[in-house]
């Protein structure tokens, strides 16, 4: 582990306490998909697993804290999801396969009000990605391997939200194979708001002065709280993680109320249930409903996209011998792949609505 005196960019207050009592509230029941993942784990360990000093320590401690990222940075990815829409936490909005809770409407209201989920954007997801990169292999020497990407969120808190749910001290509930990198865009101090952790039977809490300070932790082992800040709004990228035999830092986003997958194999699909619900409503009422004649219009749009994607391959020579045609592929290219996409997202909100 990084040695937490030397770097000046933040700071570790200890404070001796009586254990905080846990919200059982977050809590989940594992059942059988614990054993998957920690097979999982272990193979990869196994597998690819190197030992250093870092990931001896985050063995023992459950928590990394990392180099902050380039404050020009950090800087840039804050205004970026600042300027990306809200989304309201809602049940059943996570990716099929996944796990999630169902908070109770009151306890949903009461997190709606004290924190605002953001939808990325192209340009906030890019910058995401740079931040990850330059997370990589601090992260892969504390947990001794390479890592993937389950999903990635952003939200802001407002100042003095309520201290429950998330707020509250609390264990994830997890796996203790998954991980969570949190990425705080705003100074950790009293006005911003800050986090704090268990360790050791001590409470530790993280200050700084400026955003892009981060921390790797295990949210199932380790006790901990986001704690609103007084005057200002503290925002956070969570990024929940997991150890693999190759990196995939690929930033997915799986829904705002989605936790990490049943099982190590299942990969998201790109959208959450809900999603696939609006794609279901879409067809509807674009195409009437999942009917014989849907079905047919259906199949013609793939034979259209094809004819287009296969004439465009035909015509390729032609448009390297004659630079004017190039655009006309292109063109039938991006026609033919747009109607594809189209009638697949259909076909797909139909299987979501068959397994609804
Ligand atoms: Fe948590």
Do not use: A, E, K
């Given at each position: 582990m990084a040695n937490l005196a030397a770097i000046r960019e933040y700071d570790v207050e200890e404070i001796v306490e009586p254990e905080p009592p846990v919200d059982e509230a977050l809590k989940l029941d594992r059942g059988e998909i614990s054993s998957a993942w920690r097979a999982h784990d272990s193979y990869v360990r196994k597998a690819v697993g190197k030992e250093t000093p870092e990931s001896c320590e985050f063995d023992r401690t459950r928590v990394h804290v990392g180099r902050p990222i380039d404050p020009e940075l950090a800087d840039r990815l804050l205004a970026l999801i600042h300027a990306c829409e809200s989304e309201p936490l809602m049940n059943g909005d996570f990716a099929p396969g996944f796990q999630t809770w169902e908070p109770s409407p009151e306890m949903l209201a009461e997190l709606n009000r004290g924190s605002s989920l953001r939808v990325f954007n192209a340009k906030s997801s890019w910058a995401i990605q740079d931040a990850l990169d330059a997370m990589r292999d601090e992260v892969a020497a504390a947990l001794g391997t390479p890592w993937k990407i389950i999903g990635v969120k952003a939200w802001t808190t407002k100042p003095k939200a309520e201290a429950r749910g998330m707020y509250a001290w609390h264990s994830d509930g997890f796996v203790p194979e998954i991980f969570k990198i949190l990425l705080y865009l705003?100074?950790?101090?009293?006005?911003n708001g800050y986090v704090e952790v268990r360790v050791d039977g001590r409470t530790k809490r993280l200050k700084s002065s400026r955003g892009g300070v981060w921390a790797l932790l295990d949210p199932t082992s380790v006790t901990h709280r986001g704690v609103p800040g007084t005057e200002r709004e503290r925002m956070l990228v969570e990024i929940t993680i997991c150890r693999s035999a190759a990196f995939d830092l690929r930033a997915r986003y799986t829904g705002q109320n989605s936790f990490y997958p049943?099982?190590?194999w299942t990969e998201a699909t790109g959208c959450s249930n809900l999603e696939l619900q609006r794609i279901v409503e879409w067809s509807k009422s674009t195409l009437g409903t999942d009917s014989a004649e849907g079905r047919v219009v259906n199949f013609l749009r793939f034979r259209v996209a094809e004819f287009l994607c296969s004439l465009a391959k035909v015509l390729t020579p032609l448009a390297k011998r004659f630079p004017a045609a190039l655009n006309m592929v292109s063109l039938l290219d991006a026609a033919g792949t747009g109607i594809w996409n189209r009638a697949k997202s259909i076909e797909l909100g139909w299987a979501g609505l068959t397994a609804s």
């Open positions: 705003t100074p950790m101090s009293l006005q049943s099982f190590p």
